[in-house]
Structures are given as structure tokens and as C-alpha cells.
């Protein structure tokens, strides 16, 4: 009989069930989500799910795309909450545009990260010996964070994380709904939609938004864990644009708040956390550096540092000169 498998033509014995299929294919099915005519199939159901004729099947699984050990920003604990778990590293990276896996795993070592994006794609079932992001990063150790990189409506964005739960188990998500192909910006009509339906889904939703502090508000009432505006168009390298909007959405917020897109290197990132950031995520800014490991290092020690000096509390601005010695006393 024929069915269609990642939108390729397949023909299989009749009266396969998932379970012996992906046997065939080679797939560890607990690396991957498997979705039969758009409604997902629970991993212990693979056994019991028999195949038809004309079925259509996607396959997924985690590839690097989009954001560690612990770290000691501070002397004393200056731990953050995130959907009600703990974690001392405020830089999130993403795994996306490394030439390998390897160098994926390292940048994130260096970075220090607790917490990855990853992508959701196809898997290549031609070759399902290829390797995987979980074969490098264990998701035990580190926080895989899904998001919805490359979705432009609603329907997109949570079918992509429904499938990603499914995967990984995590309720934890990065949503994005993007505009257009030309600036990457965050639709927020359908990110307002997505974000409630995931919410009602059981899902923990952190959403890329616009500088829009009247937006940012009405996310976190929807119950949003956290907002994260851009500081520049995704990808751009262009640092943080919009300090005045970025503040305000800091000052109104009570879940945490993360840049999230433009941040070129270090003092980027040092600059969204003197802003009060509670932290930033990139990928870009990293993964296309000449020296991306030693990149990842610098990062970590700017959003240590920017987080200390915001803790510290910046001098006063002065429009004229002030002597740091007495003038009194003079010879």
C-alpha cells in the first residue's frame, strides 16, 4: 500500500503499525514525534496504530536552530525563576548555523547556557543514520527550549510545538510567529492567537515580541512565563535599538524579561542587561563570529558583567566635569 512520509510517496507492507515502520526506517523512536493525517500519535500508542492506505505522516525531530553548566555571576545567589524552575545562567543561545554538531556542543559549553532553542524539522528518513542534536547536547543536562522558527500564522506555530511536546516532553516553549521574510518580525495579531491556544494547551509559553510595551503587557495577562522583545531585527548584528521601550516593558513586568534577536557581540549583551534584562537569548551573534567557542565565552562574561553592574547601580549622568579628588587642600 502507499502512504506519504515527510511529503515523499512510500510504499510499505499493509498492516504495519507505527512501532514496526519506524523499525524499518531505522528511527529510535524515542528521538522522534510522529503525526498521522495532522493528529499526533502518543510514543505508547506506536504498537497499537496501524497503518493505512493514503495515511500521511510526519516525522520529526530536534535540529539545531533559533538558544550549561552553572555559572557564578555574583557572590552571593542571583538565581533567576523561569516557569517556576531556578537557573543561574541568564544567556540563552541557540543552536542553529554551526558547521557541526560539535561545534554546537562546545559554543554551548563555553557559553555556559542552561537552556537551548532548538529547532522542529523533518527527519531525513532516507538516511536516519545521520546524527542528532540529542546525540550532543543531552537533554537531561540541559534545557532544550522548542520554538517555531519559520512560522508565519498561528496554525503553523502550534501545530509545530504539539509535535515538539511530543518529542521531548517539554512543556516549556519558545513561540514566534514572524511577519514577513524580509525583516523576521513578529506578527503579533497571530502570536496573540497561538499564545493563548498553547497557554489552554497545557504549554509554559515564552514569546519573541515587538518593542511594545502595551503588547508585552497583554501577553503576560494571558499568562505568558515570558516576554522577550527583539533589540533588532533577527540575524542583524544590529545591538539593542530600542533601550527606551525595552526599559518600560522591564518596569511594568512581573515574569521575566529577555532580549531576544539583534545582538551583535559582547557589549550588546552587556547592554541589555544593564537595561534590567533578566536575560538575553542569540544565536547569530555566536554561531557566525569567526572564533564561534571563543564568542560563546565572551558573552557569558558580558551578561555576568552587565548583570553585576546593573546590581551595582550605574553613576549619575552629568552634563559637566566632576573631580574625583578634593580641590581643597590644593598646593
Not at 500519535?41 to 525531530?61: F, M, R
Not at 527527519?123 to 547536547?137: E, F
Request: charged share 25%.
Amino acid at each position: 500500500m502507499s502512504i506519504t512520509v515527510n511529503g515523499e510517496p512510500k510504499k510499505i507492507e499493509a498492516g504495519q503499525n507505527v512501532a514496526a515502520f519506524l523499525a524499518t526506517l531505522g528511527l529510535e523512536p524515542t528521538k522522534v514525534a510522529v503525526e498521522r493525517n495532522l493528529e499526533i500519535v502518543p510514543k505508547s500508542t506506536y504498537a497499537d496504530v496501524t497503518l493505512e492506505d493514503g495515511d500521511q505522516l510526519e516525522i520529526v525531530h530536534f535540529i539545531g536552530g533559533g538558544l550549561e553548566t552553572v555559572t557564578d555571576a555574583t557572590a552571593h545567589d542571583d538565581s533567576w525563576t523561569l516557569a517556576g524552575k531556578a537557573y543561574r545562567s541568564r544567556l540563552i543561545v541557540g543552536t542553529g548555523k554551526y558547521k557541526d554538531f560539535e561545534e554546537t556542543a562546545q559554543a554551548v559549553e563555553a557559553s555556559g547556557a542552561e537552556i537551548v532553542t532548538v529547532a522542529v524539522r523533518r527527519v531525513n528518513v532516507s538516511d536516519p543514520n545521520q546524527p542528532m542534536l540529542v546525540d550532543y547536547l543531552d537533554p537531561k543536562k540541559i534545557t532544550y527550549l522548542p520554538n517555531t522558527a519559520g512560522c508565519f500564522d498561528a496554525d503553523s506555530a502550534v501545530r509545530t510545538l504539539r509535535l515538539a511536546r511530543e518529542a521531548g516532553g517539554w512543556d516549556l516553549v519558545k513561540l514566534e510567529v514572524l511577519g514577513d521574510q524580509k525583516t523576521l518580525y513578529p506578527n503579533m495579531l497571530e502570536t496573540f492567537t497561538a499564545a493563548e491556544t498553547l497557554i489552554k494547551d497545557g504549554f509554559k509559553v515564552m514569546v519573541y515580541c515587538s518593542d511594545d510595551p502595551i503588547a508585552a503587557k497583554r501577553l503576560e495577562d494571558m499568562g505568558c512565563v515570558a516576554i522577550m522583545p527583539l533589540g533588532a531585527p533577527i540575524g542583524s548584528g544590529l545591538g539593542i535599538q530600542n533601550p527606551v521601550q525595552i526599559r518600560l516593558m522591564i518596569e511594568q513586568a512581573k515574569v521575566p524579561v529577555l532580549v531576544d534577536a539583534g545582538v551583535g557581540t559582547a557589549s550588546d549583551a552587556a547592554v541589555a542587561m544593564e537595561l534590567g534584562c533578566d536575560g538575553v537569548l542569540m544565536n547569530t551573534a555566536i554561531a557566525e563570529a569567526k572564533k564561534p567557542v571563543m564568542m560563546a565565552r565572551a558573552m557569558k562574561l558580558a551578561v555576568e558583567s552587565g548583570r553585576l553592574a546593573y546590581l551595582a547601580g550605574r553613576m549619575p549622568k552629568k552634563r559637566y566635569a566632576d573631580p574625583s579628588s578634593p580641590l581643597s587642600g590644593l598646593i
